[in-house]
């Protein structure tokens, strides 16, 4: 087979076609990891991945980060192994709808992703695509006013945060992400530690600039996400059964479109963790207000 990389025509994405990611040898890795790194976001249509193998693939990118227990591989779906569908009060069904707002994974961590890998697995009639956003891109197009004011700022990051604002009450250990350690602080500005661009990192787990008042820093926050969420810097995926989708954490923010809950969506995640040195959250005394 001939490796093909094709991109979307946005600032992100390309689709990848001609390799078998179950069967892959190092010099097909060797280009994929580069295109991951020129476009951020990859689609390999029809791989129908065991989780075993989907694990394998997670792995060539780094450690595994475990989301539920040994877990390497989770579930995110809004039904249940006996067939059954979750009601719209149960809080599985809460963080997905919470999915449907812009984010970056594992950013209310002390250690944010490097990476995310997703397969399809059951896709609803209408709806349930995936969007990216390249915040490579948002930070270029932003005028050098809001790159100035924004340059020396930090968020705070937290998913008792962000699902509030959709009424959800997090509660300590009922969902990966309700912890009791401190909201992490990251700069609104980050570089990427492979290629040195800087992106926006920003997202809907991001709040309490330190300086402002938290009016002002959701003010500015949702005004960032909004210009950043924007043609040509957006690409949303159709899924069908078998596609898998791998897209770089570190420059890339990422939503869930709705879809009728009624029906069953059944998807399977894989986290990567990021690396210490670039993805380690900096103490809060590091950061000036």
């Not at 790194?37 to 029809?46: D, K, R, T, Y």
């Not at 912890?179 to 700069?187: D, S």
């Not at 661009?197 to 402002?212: D, E, N, V």
């Not at 969506?265 to 950061?287: D, F």
Request: glycine share 8%; hydrophobic share 40%.
């Amino acid at each position: 087979m001939t490796l093909t990389i094709t991109p979307t025509g946005a600032t992100l994405g390309a689709i990848v076609t001609g390799v078998e990611l179950a069967n892959l040898d190092d010099a097909r890795w060797a280009d994929i990891e580069r295109a991951f790194l020129a476009h951020a976001v990859l689609i390999f249509p029809s791989q129908h991945l065991s989780e075993a193998a989907q694990i394998d693939f997670g792995r060539r990118f780094g450690n595994i980060e475990h989301l539920v227990a040994d877990r390497e591989i989770v579930p995110i779906s809004n039904q249940r192994v006996d067939g059954t569908i979750l009601k719209d009060d149960e809080p599985g069904l809460q963080l997905m709808r919470g999915n449907e707002g812009w984010h970056t994974d594992s950013s209310y961590m002390p250690l944010a992703a490097k990476a995310s890998v997703l397969s399809a697995h059951v896709v609803p009639s209408a709806g349930g695509q995936t969007e990216w956003a390249d915040m490579r891109a948002a930070y270029d197009a932003l005028d050098e006013e809001t790159k100035a004011r924004i340059a020396q700022l930090s968020a705070y990051h937290s998913l008792y945060y962000s699902q509030g604002r959709i009424g959800h009450k997090g509660v300590v250990g009922s969902s990966y992400g309700f912890h009791t350690g401190e909201p992490p602080l990251r700069p609104l500005v980050k570089v990427h530690p492979v290629t040195g661009r800087k992106s926006l990192f920003i997202g809907r787990h991001a709040y309490g600039i330190p300086g402002l008042a938290p009016e002002e820093s959701e003010k500015l926050l949702d005004r960032l996400v909004a210009f950043a969420c924007q043609a040509p810097r957006t690409y949303c995926h159709a899924w069908r059964p078998g596609d898998v989708v791998v897209w770089d954490n570190r420059c890339v923010l990422h939503r869930a479109r709705p879809f009728d809950y009624r029906e069953p969506r059944v998807m399977k995640h894989t986290r990567v963790s990021g690396e210490p040195a670039s993805e380690l959250a900096v103490p809060n005394a590091q950061i000036a207000p």
